[in-house]
């Protein structure tokens, strides 16, 4: 994963930004002014600009194909004879978001040349020469340094092993390497083609790839259209998120409100019930004697699970994720409400779509656009210690962000922990898939279960957890002590063995309220 602070993570914020100023403004609304938006190229590639992609001219068309995908479009069905007014009205026109959720700049794809080893000039040209020794197909010569013949070349690797210098590497094409089910090939030209078939919308290509070819359609645009509009929409933010923010409690959800949403929810009330239900859904699944259960909280795995290793599914706990538990309480107290789930992750945006409870998803760098739009300076919001919902999470539940923290929300539930013997998969990448196939092996009773067999596995997608999704704005690192101070600030204490049981009538009470 890219270093968060990076040109392409800056360039897309100020496209966004940009796009939201002028809607906040009514200009996109307005015939008359629609047309500013044509200028957006020009001002983020000024004409003293060091060209990218080869020309100014390249770089602003590859521009307005983000604007494009920023206005929630498709770049698959991408007209270059159309303007980017013409967009905007489409944009207006749209009632719900569209598929597929991830789009691809075929204009921005570097076509990056295919994996390979090769000898840099750290090479010394040894006596011992383990390179050329160890390759199998005698692809390596030595003169002045090592030269290795692509034609030969299998990629074993075993050159750049046995090299006491580390002087052989593998160069390797960042968006395939990072996809850990194989979505991601070339097509004729070179250039990248992702296949939705067999994609789980974990986000690892849009988070690598250097050239932001990758790009989650945007759905601030349909959002702001319906607080223009007054509509009343409950921003539902995930635990992630307020690890993403040096804030003190009270000043995200009153930066929310001051965006314009109508309510505040917090997904470490739905985390709490999730938590409760799996708890009592483990302590069921053990007693009839099932070999394991896996949590159901990261989409992004539950679909790498039912694509790619069936034999799993079945393990796959039936448990609601938190987001979706959040948007029924929103639903019941307001039932004409949006709600708006706000998180650092792609997967939540395919759940999102597939669930008609959830009306828009929304990444934390489009909220963090909007917040810029708006002038809205998070750290001069009013410090209160009212939640924005009449619920005081636990710790457990804002932990759901982090890894282990869902594994650890379920046994601080149990009533009897003698039995359980959970493991966590921290990140899903090919080396993780091969993982859960095992355990599939092992469910569908096709190799022994070995007597240490873990009975409950968390998965989460991002290795480190939520806090490290494709859309993050904070460093991983960092966030995981901004988590913790969120975590323990005001949350509710916890008795070890006895679930919460959140009480959801009570808290559709407190939100009416």
């Avoid at 020309?55 to 004879?81: C, M, P």
């Amino acid at each position: 994963m890219l270093n968060t602070n990076n040109n392409a993570a800056h360039l897309r914020k100020d496209i966004l930004t940009e796009i939201a100023r002028l809607q906040l403004a009514g200009k996109l609304s307005d015939p008359k002014t629609v047309d500013e938006i044509e200028k957006i190229p020009f001002q983020i590639i000024p004409d003293d600009s060091i060209p990218v992609m080869g020309s100014l001219e390249k770089d602003r068309e590859i521009i307005k194909n983000r604007i494009v995908a920023n206005l929630g479009h498709s770049l698959e069905d991408y007209d270059e004879s159309k303007s980017l007014s013409e967009y905007v009205k489409e944009a207006y026109e749209r009632e719900r978001p569209t598929w597929p959720i991830l789009t691809m700049i075929q204009t921005a794809c570097n076509a990056c040349v295919k994996p390979q080893y090769f000898a840099t000039d750290a090479c010394q040209a040894c006596l011992a020469r383990p390179c050329m020794v160890n390759c199998p197909k005698q692809a390596i010569e030595v003169t002045d340094r090592a030269r290795i013949d692509p034609k030969k070349c299998i990629n074993c690797g075993l050159c750049a092993q046995n090299c006491p210098y580390h002087a052989i590497i593998k160069t390797v094409v960042p968006c395939e390497e990072a996809c850990p089910v194989g979505a991601i090939s070339k097509g004729e030209d070179g250039k990248e083609t992702i296949d939705f078939e067999k994609c789980i919308f974990c986000g690892k290509c849009m988070s690598n790839c250097p050239f932001s070819a990758m790009m989650g359609k945007s759905q601030l645009f349909d959002v702001i259209k319906h607080i223009m509009n007054n509509k009343k929409l409950i921003a539902l933010y995930a635990p992630a998120i307020g690890a993403q923010y040096r804030t003190k409690q009270g000043q995200l959800e009153n930066a929310l409100l001051e965006s314009g949403f109508f309510k505040v929810m917090e997904v470490a009330m739905g985390a709490d019930i999730t938590a409760d239900n799996e708890a009592r859904e483990f302590e069921e699944r053990m007693e009839r004697g099932d070999k394991m259960m896996t949590t159901s909280c990261c989409p992004a795995y539950v679909r790498a699970v039912n694509i790619h290793v069936p034999e799993l599914s079945p393990c796959i706990s039936e448990t609601k994720s938190p987001m979706i538990y959040t948007a029924q309480v929103a639903k019941q107290a307001y039932p004409d409400c949006i709600t708006v789930f706000i998180g650092p992750c792609l997967a939540k945006r395919r759940e999102g779509f597939d669930n008609e409870i959830i009306d828009y998803v929304l990444s934390v760098d489009e909220v963090n656009a909007l917040f810029t739009a708006k002038n809205i300076d998070l750290a001069k919001m009013p410090v209160t210690n009212e939640q924005a919902l009449k619920y005081i999470p636990t710790v457990s539940g804002r932990n759901f962000a982090k890894t282990g923290g869902v594994a650890e929300s379920v046994r601080v539930r149990l009533k009897d922990k003698s039995y359980l013997r959970p493991v966590v998969i921290n990140g899903l990448d090919k080396n993780g898939m091969k993982i859960l196939a095992s355990y599939g092996q092992i469910n569908a009773g096709k190799v022994p279960t070995p007597a240490d067999c873990p009975n409950l596995i968390e998965v989460m997608a991002c290795e480190g957890g939520c806090i490290a999704g494709p859309s993050v704005i904070t460093n991983p690192k960092l966030a995981g002590g901004l988590l913790n101070m969120y975590a323990n600030a005001g949350s509710k204490p916890q008795e070890d063995g006895i679930p919460v049981k959140c009480d959801i009538e009570s808290v559709v009470e407190g939100a009416r309220a």
